[in-house]
């Protein structure tokens, strides 16, 4: 009942949920493009129509998560001229132009050749829609970068300074390239273009262990596991850097990410916790599993500490980020899951070179494609639970350090939130069950292996008209 009558709490409750649902499809339009940029591009080069086809089967759900993102990201933005007033008149010099030039730049990018390289094989040059497809690529993209740079000023804000409650640029290149942007945008990159190759792998596979397509679904298993192994160790690698820049940016939530009460001094040796209860009213943890000396190790890659790891008892209650077992646990299932798919990649890859994924064996591999199936959902998982870390650990900051949340949400009466609340999670249930009857007609229906290959036709015709037109060179009497 507190939760009810509080407009913050509400607020953001609101905020984590739109978040929450939007940020599913995105994910796969961001990462699919690339592999549709891939499929298209081994078509015109192979003028292998299976390539094409792979093309035109997952371009169809490239546009139904297209389609709900459109329509899940409107609420988002509304809400910081609804919810988040005070935050958007603070910082809307800045939030307000990146966000627009999301929108103008990159969204209307997208949009504008979507058209094109759903509707245009038939209608255009094969060139120029592949052209169409890698711009929709970059729009999609584009949109992560901007949004990134968005996030990633409110981690670490720089080019310029508060000034009476509002935040004065003096620097916008500054801005935009504040300290987390880099490894940000890198890390969600990977992250989107990692869970779409899984989720296509995960079908293909479904389909192989099916019965069906085999040959067909074993050129795109085969493609997204030939990208997947440079990309999933890669992501191991960016999110590791991402953590280091949080050890020196924000000790706060490396605090509440490790569940670490106590300072522990330079010089020392610190140990990981693998697993723990954390106790936010003793201040400290009811048991844990840890490895020694493995925080060490993860930080500075040696077994002492050159600088010290604050423990969240150097802060007061009120700036310490609340939920402590969530952002624990939301951590340690990201990397779980990172370190699985890495896994998942030198098991398919000793498979590769062994031989067994050859088009005769691959079917035979059941305990590896039910492993691919499985995976399919989990670069989403780690996804939302990164976004946890990122956005619960900067509280109680809304722009770390410089606005707290209390101050940056409107002064609305409770149940005007509430009604909104309850408003957006009925849309979002109704959009999220038509996506999953849609989508699952689309795989269940397969791939139309007859689609006229662009071009075919004309030639067709053309060679018709020829063959019509040449006279008939057998003697009179043997057409009497």
Known sequence: ???????????????????????????????????????????????????????????????????????????????????????????????????????????????????????????????????????????????????????????????????????????????????????????????????????????????????????????????????????????????HASGDQVYHYQPTKLAAMEAQWETIPAGQSANWSIIASPNKTAEKNDWEISVPNGLSYILELKPKLSQPVLGLKEWKPEDRPPMIPLIYYSFRLMIGIGFFLVALMLWSMIKWLTGELSNNNLAQQKWLLQAWVLSAPLGYLAIESGWIVRCVGRQPWTVYGQIRTVDAASHLEPGEVLFSLTVITLLYSVLFVSAMYFGSRIIRKGPDLTLPIPGSQIKTVIATKAVSHIPDSRPLETLQ
């Open 1 to 239: 009942m507190e939760l009810l009558s509080n407009t913050v709490a509400l607020s953001r409750l609101q905020f984590a949920l739109t978040a929450i649902f939007h940020m599913i499809w995105p994910v796969l339009t961001t990462g699919m493009s690339i592999y549709l940029i891939v499929v298209e591009g081994l078509w015109l080069k192979t003028k292998n129509p299976a390539y094409y086809h792979h093309a035109r089967f997952w371009s169809k759900l490239y546009l139904l998560n297209f389609g709900i993102g459109v329509a899940s990201g409107l609420p988002m933005g509304f809400q910081f001229g609804t919810n988040w007033a005070p935050l958007s008149e603070a910082v809307g010099d800045f939030l307000g132009s990146i966000l627009g030039f999301e929108g103008s730049m990159a969204f209307m990018l997208e949009a504008s050749f979507l058209g094109i390289m759903i509707f245009g094989w038939e209608r255009v040059n094969p060139v120029i829609h592949y052209l169409a497809t890698i711009l929709v690529a970059f729009g999609a993209n584009l949109s992560t970068f901007w949004i990134l740079v968005a996030n990633s000023w409110f981690q670490t804000p720089s080019g310029g300074e508060m000034v009476n409650g509002k935040f004065i640029v003096h620097d916008y290149f500054q801005a935009i390239l504040n300290p987390f942007m880099l490894n940000s945008v890198l890390h969600m990159f990977l992250a989107t273009l990692e869970t779409s190759l899984f989720v296509i792998g995960g079908i293909s596979a479904w389909y192989i262990l099916s019965d069906r397509h085999t040959e067909f679904f074993s050129k795109s298993f085969k493609i997204v596991l030939a990208i997947a192994l440079f990309v999933a160790p890669l992501q191991v690698y960016i999110g």
